[in-house]
């Protein structure tokens, strides 16, 4: 049974702007990142990575980098513990232990340009890199493909041999190709067949990657007695503790890992990289610490960027503007190991609307690139570029209102979304509502400069959020304040919204509270900061935390004043007396008079989170593109989105204004741009060029608050939905600035000059 | 049998002034500012980013001059002045921009803030009062993957009309 509650609209401390806890640190350069770590000790390690796409690995010699000054270690996989080729649980789903492993460092293939193959300690990073040029590989070069057509022709090898022969092999024809799922419900087919107008398209996006600003990092150290300590910049210090475990094959208990502050994440830095490296190196090397960064590079070839992929998409709707049908099938890239994360692809595909009878249809590809990881919705913004644009198109085609025709088929509550759960409430009607009303959607777009045009769309996008497990302890100072502990590692914000319900709770500001992010020897098991689920489920276990707090505490008040327990309650931060008004203590002096009352007051919360409540959003873009060059620039952005309530809500429009930039990133220009061998082309921040303060315009923000029912203080998650709508967004301003349909990713500027010169 | 020396060329010897101390070490040749900045004297506020120059995570000011740290040589400040985002606070408190910073939540996960902070007072010291489009153009050396940047560029406004 899921407890739900009344939302009020009155809070002291939810919706109010306080200064962040780790601000201070955070703008004097005090705050300890991954790389800033220092231990007594330490050495440098790096890795070696392949050139090639797709490649076996003949021989790897490393005794000339052994042999150099100043080289402490080389690993290789043999080095590792020896993996089965087994399904094994890694805290993000079932994977193969083997493919875990190798992707750390390959063993017998190399399955993209950027796969690790060794690693090196040196006395310095300097003299590591010097070393790793020094290892000699022998390679036999394979066919390799980087997309998703490509790598089913016939002559292209199976990437992976284990799924030559597999059940979703042989249904789709290629190794390389695995079904995953189809959901039906209804009869499609039948509903094409009655509908008025039919509308079908192919939607294509390339990979991109999150572009967190600091690089992976990781230092590692073994104790004598085979404890394994770790330093990282993590997601989710427990989801390295596990991985790591498995990958090691060492119990989770041995190992600690401190999650230093983090440098950005939007889903990739859930995985591990570097970690099982630095520990080889650490205990071949004598159990000294080895510090590695990721550098740049190998930040865009080695480590989990976003599927691209294609998506074919058919609409069928009624003449008077129902949506009856709606087929799709989804080919999105999992990179050189199955897990594309096409599953949410197909939760997400259809989820802004009510559509009585649909199909979907989703595989996983495998090409000879990264291995994906989440970012920021993960699956849903390519979806979205499907449906959203063919939705605008079919309103075109059939002389709909483009805002009443999604209006009048939006999700609701009861509404069954594509995969089959039936939607609690969700506020996509207010949303859709809330954008017509915005100041953005009333004025006129404006003259565009001499010789240029311009253009408006919108878009909306859903994510379903995530709950699942989070703790929080929390312990009383004699002064009234609060220490609060949680696992959850901050990557935006989150220690002051998880901070601000505890306080709500209390009956104290949110400046009583003082939030800390320890290792996982110090708090209960906490899930990844990922699925924007920190404010919503991590909140509710310091909500949980607070209840107990003030349990507790009403017992040491009753001792105080020699009365019964149950005639003690808690209102507005002060404790009394039901039957004797004299008797009232506020929450920071009860604090500081419990001396006799029975010792220190600490407590605990702990969650595990099934419902989530799904969030919505609604973007509004107004851009001017010059058609000789194609140069788009983006001049008007408004985001509406609803935030279930708004706990900070600085930090919910900084999420809202963060994940709108990546989608236009996304739109306009960003993309992993392969050569013919497979090589990443641009792979540097000065090729793979994502929006600077310069292409963005202000981005203005609507926070809709449809409380979620399922939190206490109605917390839907925001981080990830804003990533959703910029894609199609985008892409239906440029429809109606230059009259073109572009069905592929990125909209940028060769593609529209491209699409005026046909 | 491994060596804790780092091997390769002699170090240079460096007298420099950082953040208004003095200061003097011997740097590997081939050791970026970057480097020696976080690995030598210790100030690891100035952060790695990418490396060639495109992330602005590691501006510092080189004789009053925005530069990325990874692009300048260790050697090189050798008779000059650095200023990191360690020196930006005094004994009086946060400068303006470290508070506009904070108010206006400027930073997300704050890998990127030393950089903007460093970067932004080098436009405000030189044009206490420029307009947004100038301070998107002097940012746009810095790139921050968080907050699609509205709450820098208020924060930069913020201090600017503060410091006037």
Redesign the interface.
């Known amino acids: 049974m899921v407890a739900t509650f009344e939302p009020k609209s009155e809070y002291k401390v939810i919706g109010t702007?306080p200064?962040?806890h780790?601000?201070?640190d955070?703008?004097?350069?005090?705050?300890?990142?991954g790389?800033?770590i220092k231990l007594p000790n330490m050495i440098w390690g790096t890795v070696l990575r392949s050139p090639h796409a797709h490649a076996r690995i003949k021989s790897v010699d490393t005794s000339a980098a052994e042999a150099?000054?100043?080289?402490?270690a080389v690993v290789v996989n043999a080095d590792l513990p020896k993996a089965e080729n087994k399904m094994v649980d890694l805290g993000e789903g079932a994977t193969n232990l083997k493919w875990a492993v190798d992707n750390i460092l390959a063993s017998d293939k190399v399955l993209y340009a950027g796969h690790a193959i060794a690693g090196v300690a040196a006395?310095?990073?300097?003299?590591a890199e010097e070393a790793a040029r020094a290892i000699k590989v022998e390679y036999e070069v394979l066919p390799s493909a980087t997309n998703v057509d490509d790598t089913i022709a016939s002559d292209m090898p199976a990437i992976l041999e284990e799924f030559v022969g597999s059940p979703g092999a042989e249904e789709s024809g290629h190794a390389n190709h695995v079904k995953e799922f189809v959901h039906e419900f209804g009869d499609p087919d039948e509903a094409f067949g009655g509908a008025d107008h039919v509308i079908e398209a192919e939607f294509s996006l390339e990979m991109v990657h999150?572009?967190?600003?600091?690089?992976h990092n990781a230092t590692a150290v073994w104790d004598e007695d085979g404890r394994l300590k770790i330093w990282t910049s993590t997601q989710g210090a427990f989801t390295v503790r596990q991985q790591v475990a498995a990958v090691l094959q060492m119990s989770e208990s041995k190992i600690r890992v401190t999650p230093l502050?983090?440098?950005?994440?939007?889903g990739g830095k859930i995985p591990i990289y570097l970690e099982p490296v630095a520990a080889a190196l650490s205990r071949k090397a004598g159990n000294v610490p080895v510090k590695m960064?990721m550098?740049?590079r190998s930040v865009f070839e080695g480590s989990g960027p976003a599927a691209g992929g294609k998506i074919n998409l058919k609409l069928g709707a009624t003449k008077d503007g129902k949506l009856v049908a709606a087929d799709s099938t989804l080919r999105m890239e999992a990179g050189a190991y199955p897990g594309s994360l096409v599953g949410a692809s197909g939760m997400c595909i259809y989820a802004c609307y009510n559509i009585p009878n649909m199909r979907i249809t989703g595989y996983d590809v495998l090409v000879n690139k990264p291995k994906v990881a989440a970012y920021r919705a993960p699956g849903s913004p390519q979806v979205a570029f499907a449906i959203e644009t063919l939705v605008d198109d079919l309103c075109e085609q059939a002389g709909f209102d483009k805002w009443q025709f999604r209006r009048d088929n939006a999700a609701k509550e009861g509404t069954r979304r594509g995969d089959g759960p039936i939607f609690p409430r969700i506020g996509m009607e207010e949303v859709l509502d809330a954008a017509k009303e915005t100041d953005h959607w009333n004025s006129d777009i404006g003259e565009a400069s001499p010789g240029r045009v311009r253009g408006r769309g919108f878009a909306s996008g859903y994510w379903f959020n995530v709950g699942l497990q989070s703790s929080v302890n929390l312990s009383l100072n004699d002064d009234g304040t609060v220490e609060l502990v949680e696992g959850s590692t901050d990557?935006?914000?989150t220690r002051a919204s998880i901070a601000m319900q505890a306080a709500e709770t209390l009956g104290i500001t949110a400046e009583d509270v003082n939030p800390t992010v320890v290792d996982t020897d110090t708090v209960g098991f906490t899930a990844v900061t990922g699925g924007s689920r920190v404010t919503y489920a991590t909140g509710y276990a310091a909500y949980n935390a607070a209840i107990e707090m003030i349990d507790k505490l009403k017992v040491r008040a009753s001792r105080l004043w020699s009365i019964d327990e149950d005639d003690v309650q808690f209102e507005d931060g002060v404790f009394s007396s039901k039957s004797d008004p004299e008797l009232s203590i506020g929450f920071k002096d009860l604090a500081g008079k419990l001396g006799d009352t029975g010792g220190p007051v600490t407590s605990t919360g702990s969650v595990d989170l099934e419902a989530a409540g799904g969030a919505y959003g609604t973007h509004i873009c107004d851009l001017e593109i010059d058609p000789e060059t194609g140069k788009t620039d983006v001049v008007r952005y408004t985001i509406v989105q609803d935030a279930g309530r708004a706990i900070?809500p600085?930090?919910v429009?900084?999420?809202m204004?963060?994940?709108?930039?990546?989608g236009i990133g996304w739109a306009l220009n960003e993309e992993y741009y392969m050569s013919d061998d497979g090589v990443m082309a641009n792979s540097?921040?000065?090729d793979y060029r994502?929006p600077?303060?310069?292409?963005?315009p202000?981005?203005e923000t609507v926070i809709v608050e449809v409380p979620n029912p399922v939190h206490p203080y109605g917390v839907r998650g925001v981080g990830e939905v804003p990533i959703v709508p910029p894609v199609p967004a985008v892409g239906n301003a440029i429809k109606d600035a230059i009259g073109i349909r572009l069905r592929e990713a990125p909209m940028n500027a060769g593609r529209i000059v491209a699409a005026l010169d046909s | 049998m491994?060596?804790?020396?780092?091997?390769?060329p002699s170090r240079v010897h460096v007298r420099t002034t950082i953040n208004g101390n003095s200061h003097e070490f011997l740097v590997?040749p081939?050791?970026s500012l970057l480097?020696t900045l976080?690995?030598i004297v210790g100030?690891?506020?100035?952060?790695?980013?990418?490396?060639?120059g495109?992330?602005g995570?590691c501006t510092v000011s080189l004789d009053g001059r925005i530069v990325d740290s990874c692009l300048v040589l260790g050697a090189e400040i050798d008779g000059k002045s650095v200023e990191?985002?360690?020196g930006?606070?005094t004994s009086e408190g946060?400068h303006p921009l470290?508070q506009a910073?904070?108010?206006?939540?400027a930073?997300?996960?704050?890998?990127?803030?030393?950089g903007f902070?460093v970067a932004a007072k080098g436009l405000l010291d030189n044009e206490p009062a420029p307009d947004?489009h100038r301070?998107?153009?002097w940012?746009?050396?810095?790139?921050?993957?968080?907050?699609?940047?509205?709450?820098?560029?208020r924060a930069v406004q913020k201090a600017s009309a503060e410091m006037a």
């Open positions: 702007r200064i962040r780790d601000g201070l955070k703008v004097t350069g005090r705050a300890i990142y790389a800033d150099m000054d100043g080289v402490h006395v310095d990073r300097y003299t999150q572009g967190y600003i600091e690089p502050e983090i440098g950005g994440g939007f960064i550098e740049r990557i935006g914000g900070h600085s930090y429009e900084g999420q204004q963060g994940g709108a930039a990546q540097s921040y000065l994502m600077t303060s310069l292409d963005l202000s981005i | 491994t060596t804790q020396v780092t091997p390769g590997p081939y050791m480097d976080r690995e100030l690891t506020g100035t952060k790695e980013g990418c490396l060639d495109n992330c995570a990191t985002v360690e930006m606070a946060l470290q910073f904070l108010e206006e939540a930073l997300q996960c704050g890998i990127c803030t030393p902070l947004e301070i998107r153009h940012l746009a050396g810095n790139l921050c993957r968080c907050t699609g940047y509205d709450k820098i560029v």
